[in-house]
């Protein structure tokens, strides 16, 4: 058996994190014969919460799954940890504006920066579900910057881009994995931008571009847009509760195909920081810092984290460039940064920068 | 690709439901190439939250799930299944005597036997999770009997099971993957019998009997099972008191392991605890169904024969066979039959 990873959960004692740790202990991300140790965070008052959630995984009888921690304080959370799924957050509570819910959050995001950089490794990878997950993300990676690159960063718009597909699929009559190059672009927000221009169906053996195989340009404009926007809503008032399981799968996919890769001629979206590419702003150098590569730069703040295709090999994810964006892209993914903009500002500004 | 299942999860509106209809969905039962259609069943009142279930199914854009299916009547949830999970049951209400919750949930079972018989194939498989589980079983096969053979219909008694094996590891210090044949005896309920004098441990690299292995006969009789103990019996009690909410995950897993072991079989040398119909094996009333270590293969289960019983384990079995003959008599009572 290969050593053991270290896989920290936080807010595991929360509708997501109960759907999250069972897929990680079952090998969905690492595979089946991975062994792993569990590290299940959440705050004080979830202890017994968190204890029971221990139990079960040990009654799950999981023959790779060899520890199962769970605790409340940051420094035994972090320590040593190869992979971290941050899915604890401050919820929205009555009166409370959204600009009060992104200050609460960012300040635990620079919190658990601070602590990345002083107990985990430089190589841990992190990705980031709870809300605001872009500018979450971004804080976050900023004040781990002097350990951990920015590019082990990242936020999940994972799940939108399987909501994505699947409404693809849907329209087109196939199955999810006839769909590929889907994009969903931005923020995590009602801003993001679902995109099918690239995309490809594959029906009855024969590989089509998605609008054509869709028939319906209108539909991929408008209605397919705001479908895959609102699902979350819409999910909430059928269940009263959020999307929980599928939110999982999707913060499992993304973690998945950051260690295993793409395939060839494949991408898929993931929210990272941005260099530059398709004009969305990049990170703010420390002066006197001099560019030798992009994973070794230490930013005063990173790029924005903006949900990007990416393809990955080797553990590392690379942006695809040169995709054309038509004016309708163009407004969209404007929209989008400069909502990122305003969050970046705002957080920056309630950690005090 | 081949010809889809069709998996009915009733309750998949409920919290069991909600982690169990996943991990069948992405493959953990039968397979990530198998093609699946979910139907999922619950009560009208809860045809909103089932259809967010349905939605949040979709939404995981699974490559073998080639459908799924909200329905709120017998009909629909039943026609064609290969697979029936039945979870959903009549939960316990305030002020509810026992025998009261024997009678609102037999005559589920009653009901839902009926449906299969009328609508499902004479090979679908059942697994009742819903308790009380094996007495709803128990029912269940009696109303489907004539089109779908007894032996297709079981309870679960596996998380009893898998509680069981990861006690062993830990008090063994192996991970639980070391250890096998443990077995859950009777019925899931405060009078099962979880049994390791048969259990093999595998440790550095040496099979080794469990008894030796955890080196404490002591324990093995009074913390491991004991009615006020709180490993395996208790453990569900435990989990409830500190999370306000049932062990969902672990049943869920459960489930997704029996089923799966009853599809793929087990390996050679090793068995795994399932309520099935009795055959008289060690004393049993035949047809009760009751929790016995089984070894599958093609598809169906044999109990395993010829095990040692000492006097110990046969007072535990007296103790829970008693238990079930009682709410059977009840069942049967409340299906308005005869007693056996």
Request: contains cysteine; aromatic residues 8%.
């Amino acid at each position: 058996m290969s050593t053991a990873l270290r896989v920290l959960i936080t807010g595991a004692a929360g509708q997501i994190g109960y759907s999250l740790v069972l897929q990680i202990a079952k090998g969905d991300v690492f595979g089946r014969d991975t062994p792993i140790e569990l590290v299940l965070f959440d705050i004080p008052l979830m202890t017994n919460a968190l204890e029971s959630i221990q139990m079960e995984l040990i009654d799950c009888a999981l023959s790779n799954l060899i520890g199962v921690e769970a605790v409340t304080s940051e420094k035994e959370a972090f320590t040593n940890v190869d992979f971290a799924f941050l899915a604890g957050s401050m919820p929205r509570k009555e009166g409370m504006e959204r600009n009060d819910l992104l200050a609460a959050n960012v300040r635990i995001f620079k919190s658990q920066g601070k602590d990345l950089a002083e107990f985990a490794k430089p190589t841990t990878k992190v990705l980031v579900v709870s809300n605001p997950a872009n500018t979450n993300a971004f804080i976050c990676a900023k004040y781990a910057a002097r350990k951990i690159p920015a590019r082990n960063f990242s936020a999940l718009t994972r799940l939108d881009h399987n909501r994505a597909v699947a409404q693809i699929a849907l329209k087109a009559g196939v199955t999810a994995d006839k769909v590929k190059n889907v994009i969903v672009w931005g923020n995590h927000s009602n801003t993001q931008f679902p995109d099918a221009s690239h995309a490809t169906v594959t029906k009855n053996g024969v590989e089509h571009k998605a609008p054509f195989a869709v028939g319906d340009s209108n539909w991929i404009e408008n209605e397919f847009i705001t479908t895959v926007r609102d699902r979350g809503g819409v999910i909430i008032e059928k269940r009263k509760a959020c999307s929980a399981f599928s939110a999982a799968k999707a913060a499992c996919d993304h973690m998945y195909d950051w260690i295993t890769g793409t395939p060839l001629g494949s991408f898929i979206s993931m929210s990272v920081p941005s260099d530059g590419s398709y004009g969305v702003p990049e990170g703010k150098i420390e002066k006197g810092m001099s560019w030798t590569s992009f994973s070794g730069l230490v930013f005063s703040f990173p790029g924005l984290v903006f949900s990007f295709p990416v393809t990955i090999s080797d553990g590392e994810w690379t942006i695809v460039k040169g995709l054309e964006l038509n004016e309708f892209a163009k407004e969209k993914i404007a929209l989008t940064i400069e909502e990122l903009l305003n969050e970046r500002d705002e957080a920056l500004g309630a950690c005090e920068e | 690709m081949a010809s889809p299942l069709r998996v009915l999860v009733t309750g998949a509106a409920g919290q069991i439901g909600y982690s169990l209809v996943l991990q069948i969905a992405k493959g953990d039962v039968f397979g990530k190439e198998t093609p699946i259609v979910l139907v999922l069943l619950d009560i009208p009142p809860m045809a909103a939250v089932l259809e967010g279930v349905q939605f949040e199914l979709t939404d995981c854009a699974l490559a073998n799930l080639t459908g799924v299916e909200a329905v709120t009547n017998e009909k629909d949830a039943f026609t064609n299944i290969d697979y029936a999970f039945l979870v959903g049951a009549m939960p316990r209400k305030e002020g509810m005597e026992r025998k009261d919750l024997l009678a609102a949930n037999v005559r589920i079972f009653k009901s839902q036997g009926a449906a299969l018989a009328e609508f499902a194939k004479p090979t679908t498989k059942v697994i009742v999770v819903g308790n009380p589980a094996n007495t709803n079983a128990f029912i269940c096969a009696k109303y489907a009997a004539g089109k779908i053979p007894a032996r297709n219909f079981s309870a679960m008694t596996r998380l009893d099971h898998n509680r069981a094996s990861a006690q062993v590891a830990i008090k063994s210090g192996v991970t639980v993957g070391n250890v096998k044949n443990v077995i859950i005896w009777g019925n899931h309920s405060s009078t099962q019998f979880p049994d390791v004098s048969h259990a093999k441990v595998n440790k550095n690299g040496s099979e080794v009997d469990a008894v030796s292995a955890v080196g404490d006969s002591a324990w093995l009789q009074s913390g491991f099972i004991s009615v006020r103990g709180v490993t395996v019996q208790k453990r569900g009690a435990v989990i409830i008191e500190r999370r306000k909410l049932s062990s969902a995950m672990s049943a869920a897993k459960a489930a997704c392991d029996h089923i799966h072991d009853w599809y793929k079989g087990t390996p050679a040398g090793s068995f795994v605890s399932m309520a099935v119909p009795s055959d008289g094996s060690y004393g049993i009333p035949e047809g009760l169904i009751f929790s016995f270590p089984v070894t599958i293969s093609n598809g169906e289960w044999k109990i395993v024969q010829g095990l040692e019983l000492n006097d110990f384990a046969k007072e535990k079995i007296a103790v829970t066979t008693k238990e079930l003959l009682e709410e059977r008599d009840e069942a049967l009572a409340a299906c308005g039959e005869s007693k056996q």
